[in-house]
């Protein structure tokens, strides 16, 4: 049975962490599920190798282990081998407490099971995309992350037919380059779907760019980049997208993950769009 942790506790704590353990709770608390090796790239890059980044960074994670902040699932990516960046991390209950200490904003949460090795996968990836655009804009100079939403936060809703309708995708980015702001609406795709479900995610998109608010809110619609596994999923998308849309807006971007540094960085071509 786990030891109840109390808030005269959870404050004597506050007093010990330090600024990156608290913003790596908070980055726990916005990605659900999250690697070592990512929880380093974001939070602990002053060390002198990847391999000193690396033993830091679990050292901090066992420490908020052993306050009770943090819990690893048991399932590990990669493989025992892969030693400690193959844990898989989340908050517990009382480190959602601890960020939420005199905050007035108490939530109630559902316990943690052990998720399906699909559902894990695809939130390791969208954690991944997290980091991955909170690197790019690091090493930019030009660049600045004004918005990062993960779900639910991300999530827009809007009235379908007279009913309520949510478009959610899976991140939000706002980046700065200058006095130019760039909108992102970013999707994970594994190839576990089909091509039609796909384009019932897109229409949904189409659905609500026709509704204006994000338009008359920001003065632009954001794109929408699909982040698929491989060059072959990625014609499929395109094909399918662009053979459905030939006459609708063109505001899909089908790109692969290492492509997002120069599509975030350099901006893109608008006969790339489908």
């Known amino acids: 049975m786990t030891k109840l942790i109390t808030d005269r506790t959870l404050r004597a704590y506050v007093e010990r962490l330090s600024d990156r353990d608290v913003a790596i709770l908070e980055s726990l608390a916005k990605c ?158 594994l190839a576990t779907e089909s091509p039609t479900t796909i384009l019932k995610k897109c229409e949904r998109y189409h659905d609500y760019y026709k509704t204006n608010l994000e338009q008359r809110k920001h003065g632009v619609f954001p794109v929408t980049i699909w982040l698929v596994p491989d060059k072959a999923r990625k014609e499929v998308l395109q094909t399918a997208i662009s053979e459905t849309y030939k006459k609708g807006v063109k505001m899909f971007l089908i790109i692969m993950p290492d492509e997002l540094d120069e599509l975030i960085a350099r901006g893109f071509d608008a006969k790339d769009l489908c």
Not at 46 to 57: G, I, K, P, V
Not at 156 to 162: C, I, P, Q, V
Request: with cysteine; aromatic share 8%.
């Open 32 to 189: 659900t599920f999250m690697l070592t090796g990512q929880i380093q790239r974001l939070h602990n890059t002053d060390a002198s190798t990847q391999t000193a980044a690396l033993r830091a960074t679990a050292r901090e994670m066992k420490k908020l282990k052993e306050y009770g902040l943090v819990k690893h699932l048991g399932r590990r990516i990669g493989g025992v081998r892969a030693g400690s960046s193959s844990l898989v991390w989340y908050l517990s209950e009382a480190g959602h407490r601890l960020l939420e200490l005199d905050s007035g904003n108490k939530k109630s949460r559902k316990r943690h099971l052990e998720p399906s090795l699909n559902h894990l996968n695809h939130t390791i990836a969208v954690s991944a995309c997290y980091v991955q655009m909170h690197v790019i804009c690091r090493q930019n100079s030009e660049l600045s992350l004004s918005q990062a939403d993960t779900e639910p936060d991300c999530w827009r809703s809007y009235s379908h037919h007279g009913n309520t309708a949510q478009l959610k995708p899976d991140l939000f980015f706002a980046t700065k380059c200058g006095e130019y702001e760039d909108r992102w609406f970013i999707e994970i795709d």
